[in-house]
């Protein structure tokens, strides 16, 4: 009964609602320019750069860490975007062969936010913007070697012209190591990049297992909060608030875990789950375990709950979903290549009223009320704490 109560609160608490340098940290005073005391970054990064928290970091464009380069954002250090769309949105892309590593601690998160965020260092909260906001910049990009399902070894991600080498990704090396990721909150993101692509908070094209991800959040993005296509690498520790479309959406073939993590109130799908594509089909399954998701709220409501292609390889295990409403869906329960066990419906009516007619409730599905997510692990560095205390769930 204390977990019902707790999620009750989160429900009303949720309804208000690069230029290239040396190894040495980035001089404000020098070539980078300033910009309201922010350090303006225009060039793609082509040497080991350091950006360090004692000062504010502010993406002029499309900056890449090209092959070869690697970026170090120290702890605590805020990086804001540009407003701007198609050739002129701003992101942050880690090219195949380059790497970020950006490890934050709880104490001392890692913040990607728009130039319209006035928050400063030592904040969680925006002073300003709303945690609806979305669209004001792009997003991070990161781009391996780690085998892709798709119609080559190797395809351009999404939005990214083709005529820029540094958009390319996949390959053969399952173990392929993109850098280290701790302690990031990712907001206001998923303007349109190009081609009507808007950008993922976190996008993942073709990592390898060799990258750490560990506690992740996104806020306020347009598109998907994190989209993975392809790719061998694991997750530990997210969560997804507000997205203006999926909260979790996997492509390619994926065959990594997402490990703990809370979905709350995204407008698309809870979950978008794809199967291969193309020429290349790799016959593997990835792994969602260890989950909490909210379907809705008196402000915000899903569309489906989960939504997979008929040839989706996935595993769905002790994963939570409440806040459900009438039309909220599982669309493929018996799909061949999903596995469903311990996944838990908040709900009190017959649970084939959440799959589609005449379609058989598989076993692994069941109704409860158990939380399924360690939220703790999200307290006090998260936004999404702060403001509704996702923590206790």
Known sequence: ????????????????????????????????????????????????????????????????????????????????????????????????????????????????????DEIQPGQIASPNLDPTQNGLWGGVIILGNAPISASADEVQIEGIPTSDPNGLYGGTDAADNSGEIRYISIRHGGTNIGAGNEINGLTL?????????????????????????????????????????????????????????????????????????????????????????????????????????ENSGVILENIFITGIVEGQIINRPSAANITYTNVILDVTTDLTNYIPAGATVPAGIVAGTNAQADASVFANWTWADVAADVSSL
């Open 1 to 116: 009964m204390k977990k019902i109560n707790l999620l009750t609160l989160l429900f009303l608490a949720l309804a208000f609602g690069f230029t290239a340098c040396d190894e040495t940290s980035v001089d404000p005073d020098g070539n980078e320019g300033n910009d309201n005391g922010n350090v303006v970054i225009t060039d793609n990064i082509t040497e080991n750069t350091t950006w360090t928290s004692d000062n504010v970091y502010q993406l002029g464009g499309r900056i890449v860490v090209e092959a070869g380069a690697e970026l170090t954002i120290e702890a605590g250090t805020i990086i804001k975007g540009e407003a701007g769309s198609q050739a002129n949105a701003s992101a942050l892309i880690i090219a195949r062969d380059g790497k970020l590593f950006a490890n934050g601690t709880a104490d001392e998160p890692i913040i990607f936010t728009s130039v319209a």
């Open 205 to 309: 094209g073709g990592v390898g297992s060799g990258t750490v991800i560990e506690n992740v959040e996104v806020v306020a993005n347009q598109d998907d909060g994190i989209e993975w296509f392809g790719g061998t690498v694991n997750v530990t520790n997210a969560v997804v608030w507000n997205a203006g479309d999926d909260g979790m959406d996997t492509d390619q073939s994926w065959s990594g875990t997402m490990d703990n993590f809370l979905v709350v109130t995204p407008t698309g799908h809870c979950f978008e789950l794809d199967g291969p594509e193309g020429d290349v089909l790799l016959d593997v399954q990835h792994t969602f375990s260890n989950g909490t998701v909210i379907a809705s709220n008196d402000a915000r409501q899903a569309d489906e709950l989960i939504n997979t292609d």
